[in-house]
């Protein structure tokens, strides 16, 4: 089955903690994106990458990062500088010329 | 700063109406729009995309764009409970990456029966 699988669903981290979110997809995408939602809020973009080996800063890549080693693989590392990372964290892909489909979805939570 | 702005919600309508969701953007370099269906708890699904001036319609959905005014809109006919979700206005102004995307803040709509 094609799609994108975002893990874990849930992920608790502590204060000072950097915690890693998983992204892979099977869909053979060039692109792929991470994208914050905080509660009642539109998405903002985080970091995105166009090929393996390259990714570029979003709008809101501070305390983040990323990497972009396999085509189907685009984790995400909430560093301790994310000061307010609890979020709904939403990984998608696409193609150059198809639109953007997500994952699940997984949702930080700071304790 | 690119901007995308949703029409303030929550929007209720009954069950059969038509839904009316409008979205202005500030870039006029745009290129691509989307339409995005959020459930609670649950993550985006696109719904519908418009690229070129005019009406496109998919089922009881139909896309409007206006690049002159900086305006697209989403019409649902027979709206029905199951529409009740928040929907997400999102705009590409990149061209080359179709995920790179900017989001108004989303309108919720309740179809009551």
């Known amino acids: 089955d094609g799609g994108i699988t975002q893990s874990p669903k849930y992920l608790f981290r502590k204060e000072g903690q950097n915690v890693t979110l998983s992204c892979e997809q099977n869909l053979n995408h060039d692109a792929m994106y991470w994208y914050r939602q905080d509660p009642g809020q539109g998405l903002r973009l985080i970091y995105y990458s166009q090929i393996v080996n390259d990714f570029q800063k979003g709008d809101i890549a501070e305390g983040y990062s990323v990497s972009r080693e396999k085509k189907e693989s685009f984790p995400l590392t909430v560093t301790s500088a994310q000061k307010n990372p609890t979020a709904f964290y939403l990984c998608?892909?696409?193609?150059?010329?198809?639109?953007?489909?997500f994952g699940q979805g997984t949702r930080l939570t700071v304790v | 700063q690119k901007e995308v702005e949703q029409n303030s919600g929550p929007l209720s309508v009954p069950e059969g109406a038509i839904a009316s969701l409008n979205c202005t953007y500030s870039?006029?370099?745009?290129?691509?729009f989307f339409w995005y269906r959020q459930y609670s708890g649950k993550s985006p699904e696109l719904i519908m995309s418009i690229y070129s001036n005019g009406d496109k319609e998919d089922g009881r959905f139909t896309a409007q764009l206006n690049k002159a005014s900086q305006y697209v809109s989403l019409l649902i006919r027979d709206s029905q409970p199951s529409d009740s979700a928040t929907y997400l206005c999102?705009?590409?102004?990149?061209?080359?990456?179709?995920?790179?995307?900017?989001f108004g803040q989303g309108t919720i709509l309740t179809v009551h029966p």
């Open positions: 870039d006029r370099g745009s290129q691509s």
């Open positions: 999102a705009v590409n102004t990149d061209g080359t990456s179709y995920g790179k995307l900017t």
């Open positions: 998608a892909s696409s193609t150059s010329s198809t639109e953007a489909f």
